[in-house]
């Protein structure tokens, strides 16, 4: 087999080796999908370059008819995978299964079966010419039926590759609808070189006019895939706006307003995490006047000084402080993952919210919590020591004055002040109820009322015999609530007795038991509730006006509550009621402890 040397053989074997250190250099870079489409189509096109090297370089007529028809198989493989990269590119991942690889793969195996044996049977192309100027051998071809059904399949393909560049084009801006220029370029000047090929208007012989064309855009595409500052530098969004005034439509215009005058800030990244997009709200945020599209996040910004684990993750929200100009600013960072049509990741979006004047609100807040709780804790000491104390020295004193006066209006003076220091006693005891209740989050237990209503009904009877008490509860009810729901209930009977003026006050007490709540009322014959007092515990706040009389009532809501309950408060014809709600314990509460 006879070999000869000829002006396209250095520039052929150039494309092929330039084709095979693009495909190297995206796998090293990315191992996504679309990575992986690219390096397969150019090996397909190193193929298609080394093969038209060949077809060139050898004499013999048979090897060179089989090279050739080996050259348009390689031509119709390397249509096919750069199609499917497009489409993988482009967000059409959810294409890229076994049908559409069945109906390329049956495609380029027929072109290459037809091709490869077209020396059987001259069905794709019959030589015509032989050229021997120029001090090498060319011959000339004329294409017959089988190379035009050929075209056919692979402009199809090309179609294909068109519009869903061209459609990616219309919906992409920044680096994204830069690249997606160039492919659109490239694929469409390489679809040109091959038409000028096929119909003899090729300065070229046979079908090696695409990969001489490649050379330049194998150059031009290892650039663009090494450096995005080169690709941001490509002045294609002014171009085309010569080309169309028009050609930003109001969908990106309108995109730029909103996300432009939003407060939040807003960096779009790639599927490799590269900046592509970011507002001027971003970059005031981040500080930082420097041009970030086109750098990779890990350059903008100090991820393990920002985040904990030093990663942006999909679906992760923190909150990071930023040094700025002398001032620490707090900004809640919420990272969300950007998918294709077939729930591929293509990218993330973080957005960043200014969270500096609520950080200080909370730590005011905070500390006026704090504040309050020492303010707790002295009240109740003195409450539960020093007033304590104090009216048991005057109720004693006052004892001993009643008992050893002889004056009757002394006597009667003194027993005053045992009643009211009493009172004030019973007032000392519930608010130390009240500090046990009120800004805890104690366990609820399960409290049986039949026993318990029985031991509180019987103190009462006891201390206020002249009271009637009726009282209807049934057997086996148990309720979901609080260790101090019994000062709740001991309150509300209490306060039924004590307010009604008439001598001889009557209670009722009735517990009616549905399948998931209990509701215990206590009703009396009394002259009901004052109007401000309910609408103090109503609204939740007293005044100077609308405040309630004592802490009795303050203490049957708040128990309530915090037993998951909630309380009524009613005045009829008859006299006040009390209504209280619980939650009914089921078989799994544990039982209450006293």
């Not at 060319?138 to 056919?152: D, M, N, P, T």
């Not at 609820?444 to 009271?467: I, K």
């Not at 260790?483 to 709740?488: D, G, H, K, N």
Request: aromatic share 8%; glycine share 6%.
């Amino acid at each position: 087999m006879r070999l000869q040397h000829t002006p396209y053989t250095v520039p052929l074997i150039a494309s092929a080796l330039l084709a095979l250190v693009s495909a190297y250099y995206v796998r090293r870079q990315s191992d996504r999908l679309s990575a992986s489409m690219y390096a397969w189509a150019m090996v397909a096109m190193a193929l298609w370059a080394g093969s038209s090297a060949a077809a060139l370089s050898v004499v013999d007529p048979l090897t060179t008819r089989v090279l050739v028809g080996s050259v348009l198989a390689f031509a119709a493989l390397t249509t096919a995978t750069w199609c499917l990269f497009c489409l993988s590119y482009s967000g059409y991942e959810r294409w890229l299964s076994w049908p559409l690889f069945t109906a390329f793969g049956v495609a380029v195996a027929s072109i290459t079966a037809l091709t490869v044996s077209n020396p059987l049977h001259d069905l794709v192309f019959v030589e015509r010419t032989v050229d021997r100027t120029g001090g090498w051998v060319g011959v000339g071809h004329e294409w017959a039926i089988g190379l035009w059904l050929s075209v056919l399949v692979v402009y199809v393909i090309h179609a294909l590759t068109h519009a869903v560049l061209f459609k990616k084009f219309r919906r992409s801006r920044n680096l994204y609808r830069t690249f997606t220029v160039i492919l659109l370029l490239a694929s469409i000047t390489i679809w040109l070189a091959n038409i000028l090929s096929v119909i003899g208007y090729s300065p070229l012989p046979h079908m090696m006019f695409v990969p001489i064309v490649f050379l330049f855009w194998g150059v031009f595409g290892l650039v663009v895939l090494a450096s995005r500052r080169f690709v941001r530098s490509l002045p294609i969004d002014r171009f085309l706006e010569l080309l169309d005034p028009r050609s930003d439509d109001v969908v990106p215009l309108a995109r730029d307003f909103v996300v432009e005058e939003m407060d939040s800030g807003v960096v779009i990244l790639d599927a490799t995490d590269y900046v592509v997009d970011v507002n001027t709200t971003a970059k005031e945020m981040l500080d930082t006047q420097t041009r970030l599209i086109g750098r990779p996040i890990y350059d903008v910004v100090d991820l393990d000084e920002f985040f904990e684990d030093g990663l942006v993750n999909d679906g992760s929200r923190q909150q990071i402080w930023v040094q700025s100009d002398g001032e620490r600013n707090c900004y809640d960072v919420n990272v969300s993952p950007i998918t294709g049509g077939d729930d591929s990741l293509v990218g993330r979006a973080i957005v960043m919210n200014d969270i500096t004047s609520q950080k200080g609100r909370e730590q005011r807040l905070r500390n006026r919590e704090g504040e309050l709780q020492t303010l707790k804790q002295v009240l109740s000491r003195i409450i539960r020591h020093n007033i304590r104390n104090d009216v048991n020295v005057v109720q004693g004193n006052a004892e001993w004055i009643a008992a050893n006066a002889d004056s009757d209006d002394v006597v009667t003076r003194a027993e005053q002040i045992v009643e009211t220091a009493e009172d004030l006693a019973t007032t000392s005891r519930k608010t130390r109820i009240v500090d046990r209740v009120v800004g805890t989050d104690a366990d609820l237990v399960d409290v049986d009322l039949e026993p318990l209503l029985e031991d509180t009904l019987a103190d009462f009877r006891a201390e206020y015999p002249e009271a009637t008490i009726r009282a209807e509860v049934p057997s086996g009810v148990s309720v979901r609530g609080s260790v101090y729901l019994s000062a709740a209930f001991e309150n509300a009977i209490e306060n039924a007795i004590v307010h009604d003026p008439g001598p001889e006050p009557t209670v009722d007490i009735e517990v009616r038991a549905d399948d998931d709540t209990v509701t215990l009322t206590v009703s009396d014959d009394g002259p009901g509730i004052p109007e401000q007092e309910m609408q103090a515990i109503e609204t939740g706040e007293e005044t100077e006006l609308i405040h309630a009389s004592g802490i009795g009532l303050w203490l049957i809501d708040w128990i309530v509550r915090n037993s998951g309950g909630t309380v009524s408060w009613s005045n009829t014809d008859s006299g006040a009621a009390v209504r209280m709600e619980l939650q009914r314990a089921t078989e799994s509460d544990e039982p209450a402890k006293y």
